[in-house]
């Protein structure tokens, strides 16, 4: 029986009996076993890094109740990172009952090397042999009385992700604890060792390595060594000079092939059920006799600019992030990482920056978020200055529809969406090589530092558990960030209803907003409609198109079309030619972040000058290449 608790800081709860720490390897299954033990719900991935951050819940374990305090993953205690020095710290200044040292079954001895490390510091401690299912398919024999008796501390086997050896392990937990049975034995092979001694560091190191190979000669087995060479011709291909980032782009373009196909049809369904809702919600303030300015902001502007966020952005995400959630469960994205590290190392940036570009592709507030995993605070700025680089889920229906309209022809069939996946991948590769250019002067400027190295486990490929990863997505990703979209999207709403139709002379807030940024607009290629819809898009990237077409028309209300003909017309009316098209995209993807992204920059970085810079930095860059553009193409 558990008792839930939400997640609290990393100081010892003198409210519970016992306090035990969790320490590991990242992509151990560490996160895991916190969620089982405490009732609560990390998130779990198959790629390093993730946990950054301490996190404590309760559990009661028969008649005791336990803080259990899931420490950063780290690869030692050498403290060359943040996480190494949160763990050592955490595990060298608090008072700790015990130590849950989890270890992947799979890869025993480098997990050994560190075990050993903790047992310097924390003499009370269970090894969890975690994953033991994969070691056994691997046909790797762990004798763990053998390893108990050489390491002097209790062993259990688990597989955490199937709940099996969980209640052995509470109940070793609790009896070293309680001191009920005489778990502490002389260990054969540990003694002298003590990693907090600085000047002999290095040696104590080394020394530990030995003892962890000693160890696995006396206690492990290697039966099949034919998965193992599987995975290693597997990787071969997968991490290859030659092969591998052709396979990442191709398996990125499927990715956008398949999310711009499948979220066509469910975004025109929801319109459908919107525009029902909206009708009825006409008839029913007519009935109510709510006055007309009521209605217009209340419908027209926070109603109509909410579902067109909801319609716009929900499908896409809803098929883009689950699919991106069984990638990162299946262990690929580390090898995107370890494929682009030469890239981003020569730009004074880190190998890990290309995981939170991709977290950045489904929304740049993640991604920003996702810089924690990167443990130089120099790099980590850049990472987070750079993210908004990258074109996330609420600037690709405006990037769709303008390819459909000017390249790809304006029925969406096969050929056409294939077109679109093609571009929309040339895109990427775009904003990939403008990012790695702008870290590169970061990091001779503003974010200059040293580098650090880049220690990157290759985790196991893993079938990915596909309903509970579509599912925790959906929960997790897709309805955390559409609910974060919709709250700033609402205010957004009714100042967009508010400038189109609050009137000075003849002439609407709106109009004449954008006939000053007309020439400003002329000059760089796009015109002063198209840079205000920029500006009103601040909150939220889905409103852009929808406050062009509201400015055409001249309507006072947003105004959804009903097929990209219709749109195509329109903005040819408006004077819309090719290389109006080919800026606008430019300006879509590089410009300031959407409030939400702001927001959590000024979270992430603790200073609104940074927040300034993130916003500023894609802005100049944007202006600046659709000048060059325009120019260039007006030529030809």
Not at 10 to 24: C, E, M, R, S, V
Not at 69 to 77: E, K, N
Not at 289 to 295: D, K, L, W
Request: with cysteine; net charge positive.
């Amino acid at each position: 029986m558990f008792a839930r608790n939400s997640v609290t800081s990393n100081k010892i709860n003198l409210d519970t009996d016992f306090n035990i720490a969790l320490a590991g390897n990242p992509n151990v299954g560490k996160s895991t076993i916190f969620n089982a033990l405490t009732g609560l719900k990390q998130h779990t991935g198959n790629w390093t890094g993730k946990t950054v951050e301490c996190s404590s819940g309760k559990a009661k374990i028969r008649d005791k109740s336990f803080l259990i305090t899931d420490l950063p993953g780290t690869y030692s205690m050498l403290s060359f990172s943040k996480e190494e020095t949160v763990a050592k710290g955490f595990l060298a200044n608090n008072k700790t009952d015990c130590v849950i040292i989890v270890i992947d079954s799979n890869v025993i001895e480098r997990n050994l090397s560190f075990a050993l490390q903790v047992l310097s510091i924390q003499k009370k401690a269970v090894l969890c042999l975690n994953l033991c299912d994969e070691a056994e398919k691997n046909g790797i024999c762990i004798d763990k009385d053998e390893l108990s008796l050489n390491l002097g501390i209790p062993v259990v086997c688990t597989c955490a992700s199937k709940r099996k050896g969980l209640k052995e392990l509470k109940s070793v937990v609790y009896d070293v604890c309680t001191g009920k049975k005489n778990c502490f034995r002389v260990s054969r092979n540990f003694e002298g060792v003590d990693v907090l001694d600085n000047e002999h560091h290095k040696k104590n190191i080394e020394t530990l390595a030995d003892k962890s190979r000693k160890i696995c000669s006396d206690c492990v087995t290697y039966n099949c060594m034919a998965l193992n060479e599987r995975v290693k011709k597997i990787d071969k291909i997968l991490t290859s000079k030659t092969t591998g980032i052709p396979i990442m782009l191709l398996l990125f373009g499927m990715l956008f092939w398949i999310t711009s196909v499948g979220a066509n049809y469910p975004s025109e369904w929801l319109s459908i059920l919107f525009d029902f809702i909206k009708s009825n919600l006409y008839n029913l303030f007519e009935l109510l006799s709510v006055p007309s300015f009521i209605t217009g902001l209340l419908i027209d502007g926070v109603y109509t600019t909410l579902t067109w966020v909801v319609s716009v952005m929900l499908p896409p995400m809803a098929i883009f992030f689950p699919l991106f959630s069984i990638i990162e469960d299946s262990g690929y994205l580390p090898r995107i990482a370890f494929n682009l590290d030469k890239f981003f190392s020569g730009c004074g940036a880190h190998g890990k920056q290309s995981l939170t570009m991709a977290m950045g592709i489904g929304c740049n507030a993640c991604g920003v978020t996702g810089c924690r995993i990167i443990e130089s605070p120099q790099e980590r700025l850049i990472a987070i200055l750079t993210n908004n680089f990258m074109p996330c889920n609420g600037r690709f229906p405006i990037l769709i529809a303008i390819i459909m309209m000017f390249f790809a022809g304006s029925t969406f069939g096969i050929f056409s969406s294939l077109t679109v996946a093609a571009i929309l991948l040339g895109i990427i590769v775009l904003c990939v090589l403008v990012t790695l250019g702008v870290s590169k002067l970061l990091s001779l400027t503003i974010a200059k530092g040293e580098a650090s190295g880049f220690a990157l486990e290759l985790p196991p490929y893993r079938k990915p558990q596909i309903i509970k990863t579509i599912i925790r997505s959906l929960l997790d990703r897709t309805l955390f960030v559409l609910g974060r979209a919709v709250i700033v999207a609402a205010p957004a709403g009714a100042v967009i209803w508010l400038l189109a139709n609050i009137y000075i002379g003849n002439t609407s807030i709106l109009a004449y907003c954008t006939e000053f940024l007309n020439p400003f607009g002329q000059f760089i290629g796009l015109d002063g409609v198209i840079v205000m819809a920029f500006i009103l898009g601040f909150p939220a990237n889905e409103t852009v198109i929808p406050i062009i077409i509201m400015s055409y028309m001249a309507s006072g209300t947003l105004v959804e079309y009903t097929s990209y003909e219709q749109l195509l017309q329109l903005f040819t009316a408006n004077g819309w030619t090719a290389v109006t098209a080919v800026c606008t995209m430019i300006m879509c993807i590089m410009h300031f972040p959407c409030s939400t992204t702001c927001l959590t920059i000024k979270k992430e970085t603790g200073s609104l000058k940074w927040t300034l810079i993130s916003m500023a930095l894609p802005t100049i860059m944007g202006i600046i290449l659709c000048i060059i553009t325009d120019n260039i193409m007006r030529i030809f």
